[in-house]
T-cell receptor
């Protein structure tokens, strides 16, 4: 089964800086989603990008998708301490109604 | 509107016992999925229900089972608990292709 993989695994940045994390997957997808998780709590849906889209914005978030390289990136601009969390990408391919998650990126924003 | 509600939040069980976890989806969401999160394996798909029918099942032993009721509420059951079943169990509900809304999870500890 396909699996998202994020790179890098851990990122520590100063407040106000941008944070970028990447995700790769192995098979064709219908869409790719990014989620945030704070301290082992539930996942919060951030953004969904469809396979026919190349870029999507939501507030301070920018997601890109390159289906030819089977990769996606999540950019958080002007980071805040509240952005400290783990970020996961997940793919939902072939209408299987199941998400395959990557291992996650730990982002720490230092005030 | 209310989010996805999972009960209980925390649970401690002894090896060999069984456990039932509950999930109430967002009103109007008919799809309910379950995921297991552990430090070693990450987020793994357990199963997905739609209109009281299991549509998808992940690669978990038969000790893991679930069901969905006519009001879309779902339960998952784990029988003959093992230490390795200690995990955060997350439930998610969705409308088609709109991303998933996760509950806060049930933290299960098996001792």
């Amino acid at each position: 089964s396909q699996q998202g993989e994020e790179d890098p695994q851990a990122l520590s940045i100063q407040e106000g800086e941008n944070a970028t994390m990447n995700c790769s997957y192995k098979t064709s997808i219908n869409n790719l989603q990014w989620y945030r998780q704070n301290s082992g709590r539930g996942l919060v849906h951030l953004i969904l990008i469809r396979s026919n889209e190349r870029e999507k914005h939501s507030g301070r978030l920018r997601v890109t998708l390159d289906t030819s390289k089977k990769s996606s990136s999540l950019l958080i601009t002007a980071s805040r301490a509240a952005d400290t969390a783990s970020y996961f990408c997940a793919t939902d391919a072939g209408g299987n109604n199941r998400l395959a998650f990557g291992k996650g990126n730990q982002v720490v924003v230092i005030p | 509107k209310a989010g996805v509600t999972q009960t209980p939040r925390y649970l401690i069980k002894t090896r060999g016992q069984q456990v039932t976890l509950s999930c109430s989806p967002i009103s109007g969401h008919r799809s309910v999925s379950w995921y297991q999160q552990t430090p070693g394996q990450g987020l793994q798909f357990l199963f997905e229900y739609f209109s009281e029918t299991q549509r998808n099942k992940g690669n978990f032993p038969g000790r893991f089972s679930g069901r969905q009721f006519s009001n879309s509420r779902s339960e998952m059951n784990v029988s003959t608990l093992e230490l390795g079943d200690s995990a955060l169990y997350l439930c998610a509900s969705s409308l088609l292709d709109h991303g998933y809304t996760f509950g806060s999870g049930t933290r299960l500890t098996v001792v």
